[in-house]
Antibody, heavy 119, light 107 residues
Framework: EVHVMESGGGVVQPGGSLRLSCAASGFSFDDYPMHWVRQGPGKGLEWVSL????????FHADSVKGRFTISKDSSKNSLYLQMNSLTTEDTAFYYCAKDNGLGSIFEYWGQGTLVTVSS | DIQMTQSPSSLSASVGDRVTITCRAS??????LVWYQQKPGKAPNLLIF???SLQSGVPSRFSGSGSGTDFTLTISSLQPEDFATYYC?????????FGPGTKVDIK
């Protein structure tokens, strides 16, 4: 059974940093792209970042480019999101999502981890 | 970036009703359209991909249609567990973008 679970959320001051993790199981981690998608409180969904199965290609939304970095460790079946220079606009639930292999189709989602940027 | 719009933004319906939600893309996306259902406090759940392909395990009362710029999600007979917010998303190009959502609540 496919399972993805995020961790690492919390409260951080503006300008601060946070690293999110996502533990994946139940599928061949190197065969599928992985994504981060976020949702502000009471708001809609916003795609954040994508990493290819082999980790060789990454993409980020313009809103986080230069501040966030997606990465993966295949030896640990784990996905990461390093978030720097956080602003209040980054406050959201952050979801880890497995691609179904056809391209930006989010087949399995974690339960989400809440990041709150506040002074 | 491709902009996605949805209508209506919300609707009230009764159990057993047929419900249709519309999604429009700002440019042609062929059939690369995905639908998700999200219940309060939960992660989104994949319903339909490639405009009309039903995800495994999703009830057959859900169906999708369309191509190019105009798409629809239809629930043939609304069930109590279908009251939720529905999002469309284009998977045609990066960045993938979502519609603003349609909230379906109880009349």
């Amino acid at each position: 059974e496919v399972h993805v679970m995020e961790s690492g959320g919390g409260v951080v001051q503006p300008g601060g940093s946070l690293r999110l993790s996502c533990a994946a199981s139940g599928f061949s981690f190197d065969d599928y792209p992985m994504h981060w998608v976020r949702q502000g409180p009471g708001k809609g969904l916003e795609w954040v970042s994508l990493i290819s199965g082999d980790g060789g290609s990454t993409f980020h939304a313009d809103s986080v480019k230069g501040r966030f970095t997606i990465s993966k460790d295949s030896s640990k079946n784990s996905l990461y999101l390093q978030m720097n220079s956080l602003t209040t606009e980054d406050t959201a639930f952050y979801y880890c999502a497995k691609d179904n292999g056809l391209g930006s189709i989010f087949e399995y989602w974690g339960q989400g981890t809440l990041v709150t940027v506040s002074s | 970036d491709i902009q996605m719009t949805q209508s209506p933004s919300s609707l009230s319906a009764s159990v057993g009703d047929r419900v249709t939600i519309t999604c429009r893309a700002s440019q042609s996306i062929s059939i690369h359209l995905v639908w998700y259902q999200q219940k309060p406090g939960k992660a989104p759940n994949l319903l339909i991909f490639d405009a009309s392909s039903l995800q495994s395990g999703v009830p057959s009362r859900f169906s999708g249609s369309g191509s190019g710029t105009d798409f629809t999600l239809t629930i043939s007979s609304l069930q109590p567990e279908d009251f939720a917010t529905y999002y469309c998303q284009q998977s045609y190009s990066i960045p993938p973008t979502f519609g603003p959502g349609t909230k379906v609540d109880i009349k």
